[in-house]
């Protein structure tokens, strides 16, 4: 098994060399349309009965519960759908206020921290750069990604309204680094204070804008953006004696 797994992803690596890299794949749109091939795959495997289902997982509460075993695979309505989706909005807005309860939960373990992302706070009224100053120690990982928001029409609200990306009507929108509202030098500013050493990860999104423009545009950004702290106090520079 080992040795097919490898196999498989040796495979992978080749296909993206062959479409000249990870910036070559995307602007193919190779791994979204593979993700599909592979899902219509299996699901045509499932419907046929080549690959049979083994089982289905259930929840049933020990002191009585209203859920029963299905006798088939129930799929999930599109109202369940949608409930999922504002279930998972509603904790982003949530996410400042949750991150402590979180921490708690886990009795604050030294692995379990963050992998923080200012444009998920912004656009959503979340103060990103007082969330690193609260939970710098448990930063683990920095994505660079900018979201603009108020430029809507005033007729899809923060949540999205389930509309696609790039639509005017839309409240936010992802942008490239530096064509949003997302204020990096305060951020930093901030990461350098809570003596955050991690790597700064471009997660590029922008519907409208060439992806290989911004992906270079957005590197330049954050190189010249990150500056070392400084490792003294500053009047301190002066008082040396020559």
Known sequence: LTDMVEAAV????????ERGGVLGAME???QRSKIQEESLYYETLKHDGTLPLIGVNTFLDPKGSPTVQPPEVIRATTEEKDYAI???DAFWTRNEATAARALDAVKHHKR???NYDPSHLGYQGVDYVKFIREFGDRIFHAHMKDVWWGHGDGTVGVFGGHTDFTDARRFWDFRSLG???INFEDIIVALNDVGYRGPLSVEWEDGRMDRIHGAAESCAFVRQLDFAPN???FD????KKK
């Open 231 to 233: 490792k003294a106090a």
């Open 86 to 88: 504002t279930a998972r």
């Open 112 to 114: 379990f921290g963050f």
């Open 236 to 239: 301190a520079a002066f008082s």
């Open 179 to 181: 064509h949003g509202d």
């Open 10 to 17: 040796l495979n992978e690596f080749r296909s993206i060399s």
């Open 28 to 30: 193919r749109m190779y």
